[in-house]
């Protein structure tokens, strides 16, 4: 399932040669320091439907990169950017509800968004997950798992069963 949303998104770029050169603008401009220009960008991706857009967004506002640190608006395009199936932003996700940062503390989210996210290979949010689990009781940990597999199917794929 993950070669085919690869390659789906693969496609998707080559068919969007435009996307694929804000993107690169973007992260030009971010690792030039010209936040402003990247920013720019990246909303351009974002308005698009773009996750990578939404994504390095979330970091901007996160890092305060050219802007205030803003916790509310990185958790809304982290959240705008895993349902779209961003393994990044779903691990960013799931610390800003372990952390209580831009939005109310909450451990299933949490340790759902980290499940998603090592689901798709992310190994950061494999060891979040493992740590995660370790803090939930048996039932809770049930149902972090019944939400993880819910939000995996909606938004990223169908899981082997």
Do not use: C
Not at 61 to 73: A, F, I, Q, W
Not at 120 to 146: D, T, V
């Amino acid at each position: 399932m993950r070669h085919l949303t690869r390659l789906s998104l693969l496609l998707s770029l080559l068919m969007s040669p435009s996307v694929w050169a804000d993107y690169q603008q973007g992260r030009t401009a971010y690792e030039q320091g010209d936040y402003k220009a990247a920013h720019e960008a990246f909303a351009a991706l974002a308005r698009e439907g773009d996750a990578r857009g939404y994504y390095r967004l979330g970091e901007i506002y996160r890092l305060g990169k050219g802007t205030e640190v803003d916790m509310e608006e990185a958790f809304r395009m982290y959240k705008a950017a895993s349902v779209r199936g961003h393994s990044l932003a779903q691990n960013a996700l799931g610390v800003l509800y372990a952390t209580g940062s831009g939005t109310e503390p909450n451990d299933l989210e949490a340790f759902a968004w980290f499940t998603v996210a090592a689901l798709q290979g992310n190994e950061e949010a494999r060891k979040n997950a493992e740590r995660a689990s370790n803090m939930l009781s048996k039932a809770r940990l049930a149902s972090g798992q019944l939400m993880a597999r819910q939000y995996f199917e909606n938004y990223v794929g169908r899981l082997k069963r």
